[in-house]
C-alpha cells in the first residue's frame, strides 16, 4: 500500500488464532496510549484484516494489567509530536472508532479504559473487562471533548442520565457497574480479559462466517460502508471539535496534565 510510515511496528502485536485476529496495545509504559505509530499500525491491521477470509473475529486489548488504554497520548499532543498517518485519518481515533468491518470485533479490557481507551470499547461490538477495569470519559477534566464518537456512541449505549454523569463528570465507573448497564457483555475475573475474550470470539468464529458478518451489517445498518445515521453525528462531532480544540482551554488541559499540575480555565 502507498503511504506507509516508518513506524515502531512493536507498539502493536499482531497475532492469529484460530481464525481470530487478535491485536495488543503494546505501551504499557504508557498506559497503552495512542500515538502515530499505534494510529497507523490499528487502522492498517483491520485493513488487512477485512479482505482475509481467513480472519472471522477481531480481539482488541492492551498489554499489562493496569490499562486497557488511556487513549490519546495527551504527552504526544501537548509537545506538538503526535503524528497522525494520514492516509489512516480518514478512519478516526487510533485508525479505529470509524473503520468499519464486516468482521466482529470484542474488546478485552483488562485495565483502565479512560477517554479514547472507553472509545476504543465503545467502537467494538462486544466488550469482556475483569474484575478492576473501568470506564471513563475525563475529557472535559483536560478542556476537551469525547471526540472519537465517544459523546454520541455512549448515549445509545447506555440510560442518557447515566452517560451524560459520565461525559459532565468525567468521573469513571467500575467494570460491574459498566456490566449493569449494558456497557459490557462480561465480566471475567481479573488477568482472565484476554482469555474470556477469545473464548467469546470461538464461539463466534464457529459460524458461518458470511452469516454472521451480514447479520452485524444488517443490525448496525450499514448504508455505503457507514452505520446509517452516524454521518450526520460525525459532522455535528467534528463541528464542536472544531470549536472546543481551538480554545485556550484545550490547549491548557493537556499542557496541565504534561506538567502533573492542576489546569486554570478561563472558559475561552
Known sequence: ???????????????NRDHVLVLTLNRPEARNAVDGDVWFLIGDALEKAQDDPEVRCIVLTGAGDLAFSAGL??????????????????????????????????????????????????ACDL????????????????GLIAGGGGVFRITEVIPRKIALELLMTGEPISATEAARWGLVNRVVPDGTALDGALALAAEIAKNAPLAVQASKRLAYRIVDGEPEGEA?????????????????????????????RDPIWQGK
Open 127 to 142: 466488550i469482556v473487562a475483569c474484575e478492576s477495569a473501568s470506564f471513563g470519559l475525563p475529557e472535559v477534566k483536560r
Open 1 to 15: 500500500m502507498t503511504d506507509t510510515p516508518d513506524v515502531d511496528a512493536s507498539k502493536v502485536l499482531v497475532e
Open 232 to 260: 450526520r453525528m460525525w459532522a455535528e462531532n467534528d463541528q464542536e471539535i472544531g470549536g472546543v480544540f481551538a480554545s485556550a482551554d484545550a490547549q491548557e488541559g493537556p499542557r496541565a496534565f504534561a506538567e502533573k
Open 73 to 122: 497520548d495527551l504527552k504526544a499532543l501537548a509537545t506538538g509530536t503526535l503524528n497522525i498517518p494520514p492516509r489512516m485519518a480518514r478512519y478516526g481515533f487510533a485508525g479505529f472508532v470509524r473503520h468499519f468491518t464486516s468482521k466482529p470485533v470484542i474488546a478485552a479490557v483488562n485495565g483502565k479504559a479512560l477517554g479514547g481507551g472507553t472509545e476504543l470499547a465503545l
